[in-house]
C-alpha cells in the first residue's frame, strides 16, 4: 500500500463544494490505480470513487454527476472534485490505491494501512 496523505477537507454549506487532494511522498502517482473512501463513526469504509491507471474513473452511484476524480500530473495528486455537497456527505475521506484490471479501477482498497484521512463536514 502506498503511503498516501489526504488534504483539503473543511466545512462547507450544502450545496457548496470541496477539492480533495491525494498525494503520495516520493512516489508519483501519475500511472497508479487511486481510490477515494469515506466513512463516518459508527459505519464501514465505503469506496466513493477511483481513477484507473489509463484515466478511467468509476464512482459510487450516489456521487455520480456530483464528484469528479481526477490526475493533476503537475502536482501528482489524484483530485476529488465535490460539488453540490449534502450532509449525507459528512465523512472522513481517505485515498488508497485500488484494484487495476487492463487500466479500470474498482472500488476496493489494496491491503495497507489507511492514512489519517481529511473530514469533510457539510453543514449549515
Known amino acids: 500500500q502506498l503511503p498516501l496523505v489526504e488534504s483539503g477537507g473543511g466545512l462547507v454549506q450544502p450545496g457548496g463544494s470541496l477539492r480533495l487532494s491525494c498525494a503520495a511522498s516520493g512516489v508519483t502517482l501519475d500511472t497508479h490505480a487511486i481510490g477515494w473512501f469515506r466513512q463516518v463513526p459508527g459505519k464501514r469504509r465505503t469506496g466513493v470513487a477511483c481513477i484507473g491507471s489509463s484515466g478511467v474513473p468509476n464512482y459510487l452511484d450516489s456521487v455520480e454527476g456530483r464528484f469528479t476524480v481526477s490526475r493533476d500530473n503537475a502536482k501528482h495528486t489524484v483530485d476529488l472534485q465535490m460539488n453540490n455537497l449534502t450532509p449525507e456527505d459528512t465523512a472522513v475521506y481517505y485515498c488508497?490505491?485500488?484494484?487495476?484490471?487492463?487500466?479500470?479501477?474498482?472500488?476496493?482498497?489494496?491491503?495497507?494501512?489507511w492514512g489519517q484521512g481529511t473530514q469533510v463536514t457539510v453543514s449549515s
Open positions: 488508497a490505491e485500488v484494484g487495476n484490471w487492463l487500466g479500470s479501477c474498482t472500488i476496493v482498497a489494496k491491503d495497507g494501512p
